[in-house]
C-alpha cells in the first residue's frame, strides 16, 4: 500500500473548531476574529511580554538544501506534536506560503505528511488575505509616486531615473521583472523604467514581520525610501504622506493567524519574506503571541543556518528583544549524499563515500550555531531509503562535536515520531548550558559587519567589493544608516556566493556586487551575486497537476 499524499492526509483529518483550539491556549473565544471554522485572527493585546520572558524559544534551521527542501517546517510542526505527547505547553510559529512558490515548484508548504499544518489548502492559498494586503500597500505606494511624479501640484521633484520601489505580485512571473510604464501619452504618466518583485520580497513584508505594533508599522512605512529628486534629496514615503493609508490596508494583516496541526495543537502562521534576500522569518508579534499563550514555542527560518538562523539571531531577535533557548538543525542522508556530489537521481542511492564528504556541510552548520553560543540538537528527517549504516555515521561525527542527532520521523508518524527529538530539546533546555550572544555589534563598521558573516558563518577568506558596491556604501553612509544591521541577500545552495559550491567550500571569497537599503525595515542589504526577487516557473509549473471538482475538493497541493 503506498503512502497517501500531503493532502489526502490533510484532507481527511477532522478538524476541530478554532475555539477548541483558542481553549487551550486560554483565549477567551470573544476574543477570536473568525475566519470560518477553523482560522481565527488575534488581537495583539493578547501579547504579555511578561510571559514572552519566561517561555522557551526553539528555533528550527537547517543545512544546506537541495532543491526538495530539507524539511524545516514538516520538522518543527512534528516537534510541537511531540512535545505535546510528553506533556508540554507547545506551539508551532510559522511563516505563511507564497503562491509563487506553490504553483511553481513546491506545490504547497504547509508541512508534510503526519506534520502539517491545517485546514492545508486555505494556508497555501489566499488563507486571511494577508499577502494581498501586503501587495495592496506596496502598490499603493508606487502609485502615489507616480502620481506624484505626474503632478504639477505638490510635486516632490523625484528624478524618475532614480526611484528604488517597486511593484509586488505574489506569483512568479518572469516577464514582469523589467517594465516600462507610462506609455500611451502624457494622460498616463510620465515613461519610465519599472519592474515587479514577488510579494515575500517586499519591503512591507519585512516591515510587517518586524513591526511591534500599529504605530511602529506606521513609523516604519513612513521610513520607507522611494529614491532620490533631480537634486539628490531623498524621498521617504512619508514625504508622500503614504504611511497612513498603507497602514489601513494592514490594518486586519497585523494580526497573527490561529490554526491548528493535524493532531489539534495550536498553530500561528504570520508573514512569509523570503530567507536568501530578505529576513526569513515569521512576524515579531506571531513568535511573542506564541511566546504569550504556551510555555514552548517551535518556530523556524528560512533555508540553512547561514541565512534564515544567522538572520533570526542578528535581526529579528535584535529588534523583537527575543532569546532563542534551543537551536534544531535539520538534516538529511539523502541532502548529505547531495554534499557529498550524489547526482540528483542518486539522491535515494545510499553512499557511504558520500555521506562521509557531505557531512562537512552539516558539520560547519553546527560551528555556526556555537558561534552563538548556542549547541544544537540535529534532527534526522527520516526517508525509507536512509541505510542504518548512514544514519549511525552521522550520529557519531555529531557526538564528536558534542551535539546529539535523533532520527525525526514525524512526516511518517506524526507526534509519537518525535517523542525522542521532543526529549532531547527538553534536556538541552532544562541543562542551562545555552547562552545565545549576537555575532555583532550593530555599531560596528558596515564592512565589519560583513566580514564577520561571511568569514565566520560562511567560511569564505575574505570579502571584495565592487566600485557599484562602495559608491553604494558612500550613499548608506551619508544617510546615516551604517548602524543597522546587515541583511545578506545570497544564493541558497551554497555557504559562498557560488551556487555551484557544494558541501563545505574553502579557500573562497564573496563579491558585495551593490547594496539595497530597507530603511523601514531597519537593515541594509548587501548582495552577492545575481539574487532573484521574481522567480520565474519551471518547465513543468506545480499547478498543472492542480484541479477542483464540482464539489469543492482541491486536488495537487502538497
Not at 42 to 52: A, Q, R, S
Not at 407 to 433: T, W, Y
Amino acid at each position: 500500500m503506498s503512502f497517501p499524499s500531503d493532502l489526502q492526509i490533510a484532507q481527511e483529518c477532522k478538524m476541530r473548531h478554532i475555539n477548541d483550539i483558542a481553549v487551550k491556549l486560554n483565549i477567551p473565544i470573544e476574543e477570536l476574529e473568525h475566519y470560518g471554522k477553523y482560522k481565527a485572527k488575534l488581537p495583539l493585546h493578547l501579547i504579555d511580554d511578561e510571559k514572552v520572558k519566561r517561555a522557551q524559544l526553539i528555533l528550527v534551521s537547517a543545512i544546506t538544501p537541495t532543491p526538495a527542501g530539507e524539511g524545516k517546517t514538516t520538522t518543527s510542526i512534528g516537534l510541537t506534536e511531540g512535545l505535546n505527547k510528553i506533556g508540554k505547553k507547545a506551539t508551532v510559529v510559522l511563516r505563511e506560503p507564497s503562491l509563487g512558490p506553490v504553483f511553481g515548484i513546491k506545490g504547497g508548504a504547509a508541512g508534510g505528511g503526519y506534520a502539517q499544518v491545517v485546514p492545508m489548502e486555505d494556508i497555501n492559498l489566499h488563507f486571511t488575505g494577508d499577502f494581498s494586503a501586503i501587495e495592496k500597500a506596496n502598490n499603493l505606494l508606487a502609485a502615489l509616486i507616480d502620481n506624484n511624479i505626474q503632478s504639477k501640484q505638490n510635486n516632490l521633484g523625484l528624478d524618475p531615473r532614480q526611484i528604488y520601489w517597486k511593484r509586488v505580485m505574489d506569483m512568479n512571473d518572469r516577464s514582469l521583472r523589467q517594465i516600462t510604464i507610462g506609455l500611451g501619452g502624457t494622460g498616463n504618466g510620465i515613461p519610465r523604467e519599472d519592474g515587479f518583485n514577488i510579494t515575500p520580497a517586499s519591503e512591507v513584508m519585512a516591515i510587517l514581520c518586524m513591526s511591534k505594533n500599529i504605530d511602529d508599522l506606521k513609523k516604519k512605512l513612513g521610513n520607507i525610501f522611494v529614491g532620490f529628486t533631480y537634486d539628490k534629496k531623498p524621498i521617504y514615503a512619508r514625504d508622500l504622506k503614504a504611511e497612513g493609508a498603507m497602514a489601513i490596508l494592514l490594518k486586519d494583516a497585523i494580526k497573527p493567524n490561529l490554526v491548528q496541526t493535524l493532531e489539534g495543537n495550536p498553530a500561528i502562521i504570520h508573514g512569509g519574506p523570503f530567507a536568501n534576500i530578505a529576513q526569513g522569518t515569521n512576524t515579531i508579534i506571531a513568535t511573542k503571541m506564541g511566546l504569550s499563550l504556551s510555555d514552548y514555542v517551535v518556530t523556524e527560518a528560512g533555508f540553512g543556518a547561514d541565512l534564515g538562523a544567522e538572520k533570526f539571531m542578528n535581526i529579528k531577535c535584535g529588534y523583537g528583544g527575543l532569546t532563542p533557548n534551543a537551536i534544531v538543525l535539520v538534516a538529511t542522508i539523502r541532502a548529505l549524499r547531495h554534499h557529498g556530489g550524489a547526482p540528483k537521481e542518486e539522491y535515494n542511492t545510499p553512499s557511504m563515500e558520500r555521506i562521509e564528504k557531505g557531512i562537512e556541510n552539516l558539520e560547519k552548520h553546527i560551528e555556526n550555531c556555537l558561534h552563538f553560543g548556542i549547541t544544537p540538537v540535529v534532527a534526522l528527517n527520516h526517508f525509507p531509503t536512509d541505510s542504518e549504516e548512514e544514519i549511525q555515521y552521522v550520529m557519531d561525527r555529531c557526538a564528536l562535536k558534542g551535539v546529539k542527532a535523533v532520527v525525526a520521523r514525524g512526516f511518517s508518524q506524526g507526534g509519537d515520531g518525535m517523542r525522542d527529538l521532543a526529549r532531547e530539546v527538553i534536556n538541552v533546555l532544562e541543562s542551562g548550558r545555552n547562552a545565545f550572544t549576537p555575532l555583532y555589534k550593530w555599531e560596528s563598521p558596515v564592512k565589519e559587519k560583513i566580514e564577520k558573516i561571511a568569514k565566520s558563518i560562511y567560511g569564505a577568506d575574505g570579502v571584495h567589493y565592487t566600485k557599484e558596491a562602495e559608491a553604494d556604501l558612500r550613499t548608506i553612509e551619508k544617510l546615516g544608516l551604517a548602524t543597522l544591521p546587515v541583511c545578506m541577500a545570497k544564493t541558497q545552495k551554497s555557504f559562498s556566493d557560488d551556487e555551484r559550491k557544494i558541501g563545505r567550500p574553502r579557500g573562497f571569497h564573496v563579491t558585495v556586487r551593490e547594496f539595497e537599503f530597507a530603511v523601514g525595515a531597519g537593515f541594509i542589504i548587501p548582495i552577492l551575486g545575481e539574487m532573484m526577487r521574481m522567480p520565474g516557473l519551471p518547465v513543468i509549473p506545480a499547478s498543472e497537476g492542480m484541479d477542483i471538482d464540482a464539489n469543492g475538493v482541491i486536488r495537487g497541493l502538497s
